[in-house]
């Protein structure tokens, strides 16, 4: 007869391994660990006397938990993020902070689910926005780093990338001119003048003559057929639109579904097994995902399957996994900083992409364009954010050394301005701490999952 016990580490003993196991890196346990700690968490194994077989055990992101950053010394940034939830309405918020490439801080506030009482942890997921578009940038400069995509690549026509049907009838022929880094840095040649097909789902079934919902590859052959509003790389307007193709681009090129490519080949490499493409309704949500809340007043919108219902935006107004590539991202706060901490151009940790690949990202190639990903760069950093119905989102790389993300559940009538209140309240808050802990939380996490672990015996 086989059984296990689990034993049960206090905190003190955590800290007595942290000692002994100093600098251990994530990258070279997070795959085991997580595995591990999915193994302890998943159906019973308790089980004893019998034929069961545990299930194949899933690799899981390291839940880090707020009880790490209790501590009077944050007390302004706890003081000042209540004080701003308040004002706005916020049900929910998870921050997390880096200094010097390890991270110091990781905390939640408020409700991930107000009407169960759950409250916010770090590791609880939020939908992203716009920040899936630094994905998505990320993903593309990989393939060019791997020698299997070029920036100046032709997207459509007899030479592009995407030359074969639905994308091969296009009305203007400025479209061929249409190169990667266009989609990248928005100047493909689209704007919103007629607004934005990605949340047009009723115009673009009705000017088609088909049914709802409508896909991806619908929307972008729908705005094949009317004209561009400038010439490709001659300026530059924000486009949803573009990097949804890009997300198509990535498919074509390696063959593989856009999500898939993503977390292979930059997610799990970097130990992140949990940000995935998210769902639309709220029987979609993912374990550990949040609510999401808007203000009160806000308006029904037609669901955009086309079931005649009237929806929330956040609960079925928008179409979340179409978005994918430009808006689809579902993620928490400390995953985030994980991705933003490889990507910043700092020696520790190391990044994954080139010096020379980041450089690229964040130098407009004039200025009229936009950054490569990033929503704005300066000589005080780089910052990128993110907006939907239910959903702000902020990432923040200083040139101090500090970087940190901060995600909402919850919507306001500001929409995307909101996202300067909450760098302004986040920067003033860091400014005025001074006595941040000399322990890196990614490593804490791993400490304690490993401990855990090591502790589950067999007889």
């Not at 194994?45 to 077989?53: P, R, Y």
């Not at 919103?192 to 619908?218: C, K, T, Y």
């Amino acid at each position: 007869m086989g059984y296990f016990c689990r034993k049960i580490i206090d905190l003190s003993t955590i800290l007595a391994e942290m000692t002994t196991k100093h600098k251990i890196l994530l990258t070279a346990f997070g795959l085991t660990v997580g595995m591990a700690v999915k193994y302890q968490i998943g159906p019973s194994i308790e089980t004893m006397g019998t034929d069961f077989t545990p299930p194949t055990p899933i690799a899981s992101s390291l839940k880090i938990s707020g009880f790490f950053s209790e501590s009077k010394n944050f007390d302004i940034i706890d003081n000042r993020l209540n004080r701003f939830m308040n004002q706005w309405k916020i049900a929910g918020a998870s921050v997390a902070i880096a200094r010097e490439g390890q991270m110091v801080f990781a905390k939640g506030y408020g409700y991930a689910d107000k009407e169960n009482g759950l409250h916010t942890e770090p590791y609880h997921m939020f939908r992203v926005a716009s920040i899936s578009k630094l994905i998505t940038a990320v993903g593309i400069m990989k393939l060019v780093e791997d020698g299997k995509l070029s920036l100046n690549q032709k997207v459509f026509g007899p030479d592009g990338i995407l030359k074969k049907y639905p994308y091969n009838n296009y009305l203007d022929s400025r479209v061929e001119n249409i190169e990667v880094v266009n989609l990248l840095n928005h100047s493909g040649g689209w704007t919103n003048r007629w607004g934005d097909p990605m949340f047009m789902p009723q115009v673009i079934a009705q000017a088609r003559g088909q049914e709802l919902p409508v896909s991806g590859s619908d929307i972008i052959s729908f705005m094949l057929g009317k004209r561009l509003h400038f010439s490709p790389g001659t300026a530059s307007s924000y486009s949803n639109l573009g990097y949804a193709i890009l997300g198509k681009v990535i498919e074509e090129v390696t063959g593989q579904g856009y999500e898939n490519y993503i977390k292979s080949n930059i997610l799990y490499p970097l130990g992140i097994f949990d940000m995935q493409l998210g769902g639309s309704f709220a029987d979609e949500r993912f374990q550990y995902e949040v609510k999401y809340y808007e203000p009160d007043n806000n308006y029904l919108v037609d669901d955009f399957t086309g079931s005649g219902q009237k929806v929330k935006i956040s609960y079925g107004g928008n179409d979340i996994y179409t978005l994918g590539a430009a808006g689809g991202w579902i993620a928490s706060a400390t995953d985030l900083l994980k991705l933003m901490l490889a990507i910043d151009g700092n020696p520790s940790p190391s990044d994954i992409l080139s010096t020379k690949s980041i450089e690229t990202m964040t130098n407009p190639a004039g200025d009229r364009f936009h950054p490569i990903g990033w929503r704005g760069v300066s000589q005080n950093g780089w910052y990128r954010t993110g907006t939907l119905a239910g959903s702000s989102t902020l990432m923040v790389k200083r040139n101090d050394g500090i970087a940190y993300v901060i995600l909402l559940n919850t919507s306001s009538w500001k929409g995307p301005a909101l996202a300067t209140e909450m760098r302004s309240i986040m920067d003033q808050s860091i400014s005025k701490t001074t006595n941040w802990p000399q322990r890196d939380l990614f490593e804490l996490a791993t400490i304690k999952n490993q401990t855990s672990t090591r502790n589950i015996v067999v007889f």
